[in-house]
Antibody, heavy 116, light 108 residues
Framework: EVQLVESGGGLVQPGGSLRLSCAAS????????MNWVRQAPGKGLEWVSY????????YYADSVKGRFTISRDNAKNSLYLQMNSLRDEDTAVYYC?????????WGQGTLVTVSS | SYVLTQPPSVSVAPGKTARITCGGN??????VHWYQQKPGQAPVLVIY???DRPSGIPERFSGSNSGNTATLTISRVEAGDEADYYC???????????FGGGTKLTVL
């Protein structure tokens, strides 16, 4: 059974940092591109970042470029999102999703709240 | 940047057919994916590559894409289909995934 489990969310002050993790199991993680998608309270889905299977290709949404860094460790079947210089508008549930070719599997999400 | 436009809401009676549109400039030249999201749950892929269904998705769900509009069609709608639906495309000009704003499907 495919499982994606996010962790690392929580309450952080504006300007602070958080590192999200996504633990994958039940599939060959190293063969799949991965993404982070977020959803602000009561709002729609917003794509955040993409990383290819080998980490050779990385893309970011304009809203997070220069502040967030996506990475992965295929040996640990894990995906990460380092979030720096957090803003109020980054408050959201963050999902990791595998891509083949659409976002076929999603985690349950982890809530990030940016507030003073 | 590429924009996908969905109606905020669609209502349909049980047993009828619901059609949810996704508008975008020449979207027919792109591959469209559709997701269903129920309250408090993660999204679920229901249609990929315009009209393909993942395993486990009922045949009642179908999709089409032509010109400037992609459409998700749900036949014989059931109460359990009530959810938010999102379309998605890859914008190769900016190397970004794009989601539509989402459509809330209400089963009357």
């Amino acid at each position: 059974e495919v499982q994606l489990v996010e962790s690392g969310g929580g309450l952080v002050q504006p300007g602070g940092s958080l590192r999200l993790s996504c633990a994958a199991s039940g599939f060959t993680f190293s063969s799949y591109s991965m993404n982070w998608v977020r959803q602000a309270p009561g709002k729609g889905l917003e794509w955040v970042s993409y990383i290819s299977s080998s980490s050779s290709t990385i893309y970011y949404a304009d809203s997070v470029k220069g502040r967030f860094t996506i990475s992965r460790d295929n040996a640990k079947n894990s995906l990460y999102l380092q979030m720096n210089s957090l803003r109020d508008e980054d408050t959201a549930v963050y999902y990791c999703a595998s891509q083949s070719p659409a976002f076929d599997y999603w985690g349950q999400g982890t809530l990030v709240t940016v507030s003073s | 940047s590429y924009v996908l436009t969905q109606p905020p809401s669609v209502s349909v009676a049980p047993g009828k057919t619901a059609r949810i549109t996704c508008g975008g400039n020449n979207i027919g030249s792109k591959s469209v994916h559709w997701y269903q999201q129920k309250p408090g749950q993660a999204p679920v892929l229901v249609i990929y590559y315009d009209s393909d269904r993942p395993s486990g998705i009922p045949e009642r769900f179908s999709g089409s894409n032509s010109g400037n509009t992609a459409t998700l069609t749900i036949s014989r709608v059931e109460a359990g289909d009530e959810a938010d639906y999102y379309c998605q495309v890859w914008d190769s000009s900016s190397d970004r995934w794009v989601f539509g704003g989402g459509t809330k499907l209400t089963v009357l």
